[in-house]
């Protein structure tokens, strides 16, 4: 007949471990998905929907510049972030499209830039909130299958 039902309900409800090394050295939380290890860099969330689908929008490295603006802010807990170029190296962008992805992230309403202190300096940038749009991802399931 196949496998018994009520033992597949029985590995269903089983509680999972917190943590599980995989054997590639990655770790996994108790829904499956990974996790960052101790030590490890991560991006601070949550991270509203709306900011990241306006930002995935915009031209260019505008979403990787976010990216890097949120994981910076996490980092120091601060509503204003030094935006260096070293730091949006780490996500693949180069110093002159630092500058467009910014503009375009402050033209969306994103951002909040004050420049350096010199020419050369880095901005500070301020992580702004947005409203959802009408008809966006509100109410809609987080699990989705798109």
């Known amino acids: ?3 018994d039902e009520r033992q597949v309900e029985l590995a269903c ?18 829904s499956g998905v990974p996790r960052h290890q ?18 995935a929008r915009l031209p260019g490295k505008a979403l990787h510049v976010g990216l890097a603006l ?3 802010a996490g980092m120091v807990g601060d509503a204003w972030v030094k ?3 070293g730091l949006v190296a780490r996500f693949g962008v180069e110093r002159n499209a630092k500058r467009r992805a910014l503009t375009a992230l402050q033209g969306a309403g994103l951002v909040e830039t004050q420049p350096g202190v010199s020419r050369n300096a880095s ?5 702004k909130a947005v409203q959802a749009a009408v008809g966006g ?6 699990g989705g299958s798109d």
Request: aromatic share 8%; hydrophobic share 35%.
């Open 1 to 3: 007949m196949g496998v």
């Open 13 to 30: 409800l089983r509680a999972r471990p917190h943590r599980v090394t995989k054997g590639d050295g990655g770790t996994v939380g108790r």
């Open 38 to 55: 101790a030590g490890e860099p991560f991006v601070k969330g949550p991270i509203p929907l709306n900011w990241l689908e306006r930002a």
């Open 70 to 72: 949120w994981f910076r």
């Open 83 to 85: 935006l260096s170029n």
């Open 123 to 127: 901005p500070l940038v301020r992580l």
């Open 137 to 142: 991802t509100e109410g809609h399931n987080h």
